[in-house]
């Protein structure tokens, strides 16, 4: 019985790490990258500035993801004293756990968004930031109080199994909020009305044999000056977002096919379903040691495990932030790869990459930790050395 288990317990792991490095795997080449000195792309102003601009909001997140913990470890601590019984006191103790989590990063919110002013990256209203996003937070916390109540029903039906089955339940009910985050969570967008480059956009497309893509333009203006373009959703939903402030003049026409051809590479790369297979892959194992952290309090069927459970949810997002941002670094590679391919326009995405950390005072030369944990996307450093290799090995005259 132990040999089976064994064996059993070895074949899973050797099947998850497979899928792991299937996920992992790019089309990417191994390139010879050059260094890139700071000062030889950026001034030393910018580099100054943009150090302490982001100094400080990397000490905001640490202080807001320590008030996190407290907070979810507060509620955990004290959940017992209610005597809270059946899913309706589980559901209604985690949504009252989830709006104290908000409560509490509403002042760190608010110390960011004074620090985006002052060095005017944004001169949005305080109100804007509290206020704009809340049909999106009522959507998180009405998925997130469903999800908890479909996984304590799974708790008392199951007992301490119920995450063989909660895992995959909990993958499925991301890709859900996935197909439904571009028709439900996207603020003020509207179809890009410059036919010319609609028709640049879409020739793009093809030729990265993604086919047609929505695109459609958002007025971030309102919140913020930086620079920025995104892609939601998949199949049905798939669109391209550009940000208004992409088309008030900073950027050149080529900057701007540089800038939709890497969000073309998301696509064309599949990086949105590589993202829900890694969503399967850690969701079972996930739920497993969830379920591990609710057993002195009788399991996830009760209601005093509910903030035991959001306290372990939070301890993994943060241990295996490293991890994550890794593989979110490496499909932003991909990205930008396979934009410089479709654009052979090496100079208009180095131009690019340039702007955007200026526009949005991103550190170019960030500290070795901050690029591990914290970045999701390649330094622009490291973005300007892909776009002088793509440079070097294009024919001349290109």
């Known amino acids: 019985m132990r040999t089976a288990r064994f064996w059993g317990i070895g074949a899973a792991a050797a099947a998850w790490l497979v899928a792991a490095w299937f996920l992992w795997d790019t089309s990417v080449p191994n390139l010879a990258l050059g260094t890139v000195e700071p000062e030889s792309a950026f001034s ?27 907070v979810l470890a507060a509620a955990a601590w004290f959940a017992p004293r209610l005597r809270l019984r059946g899913i309706r006191g589980g559901v209604a103790l985690g949504a009252v756990t ?6 509490a990063n509403v002042p760190f919110v608010l110390s960011a968004h004074w620090w985006r002013r002052r060095y005017d990256i944004s001169d949005a209203p305080y109100s804007t930031i509290l206020v704009d996003p809340w049909l999106e937070r009522l959507g998180t916390l009405a998925a997130a109080c469903g999800a908890l109540a479909a996984l304590m029903l799974l708790a008392r039906r199951l007992g301490d199994r119920w995450w063989l089955l909660g895992g995959p339940a909990f993958a499925l009910i ?28 879409q020739a793009l497309a093809r030729e990265q044999g993604v086919g047609e893509v929505d695109v459609h ?13 995104e892609f939601y959703g998949f199949g049905p939903t798939r669109r391209i977002v550009l940000w208004d402030t992409t088309l008030d003049g900073r950027l050149t026409r080529g900057e701007i096919r540089s800038l939709v051809a890497h969000e073309l590479g998301h696509v064309q790369a599949a990086h949105v379903w590589k993202g829900v297979g890694w969503l399967f892959l850690l969701a079972v194992p996930g739920a497993y040691l969830v379920a591990l952290a609710c057993r002195r309090r009788g399991g996830l069927g009760r209601p005093s495990a509910v903030p035991v459970a959001l306290l372990a949810l939070a301890a993994l997002e943060l241990t295996t932030l490293p991890a994550t941002s890794a593989v979110s670094r490496r499909y932003e590679e991909e990205a930008d790869w396979l934009a410089l391919r479709a654009t052979r326009d090496p100079g208009s995405f180095e131009g690019l990459t340039k702007k955007l950390s200026r526009a949005s005072l991103s550190q170019p030369d960030a500290p070795r930790w901050a690029r591990i944990v914290l ?5 622009p450093l490291e973005r300007i050395a892909l776009a002088r290799s793509r440079a070097a090995a294009l024919p001349e005259g290109s």
């Open 174 to 201: 991301g890709i859900v909020f996935l197909l439904a985050q571009p028709l439900l969570f996207t603020p003020r967008v509207e179809p890009l009305r410059d036919r010319e480059l609609v028709a640049e956009i």
């Open 375 to 379: 970045e999701t996307h390649p330094t």
């Open 44 to 70: 030393r102003a910018h580099l100054e500035r943009s150090g302490r601009y982001e100094g400080l909001l990397r000490a905001n997140w640490a202080l807001a993801t320590l008030v996190h913990l407290f």
């Open 217 to 229: 333009v958002r007025d971030a203006s309102r919140r913020t000056r930086a620079l920025n373009a």
């Open 98 to 103: 989830l709006s104290a989590v908000w409560l």
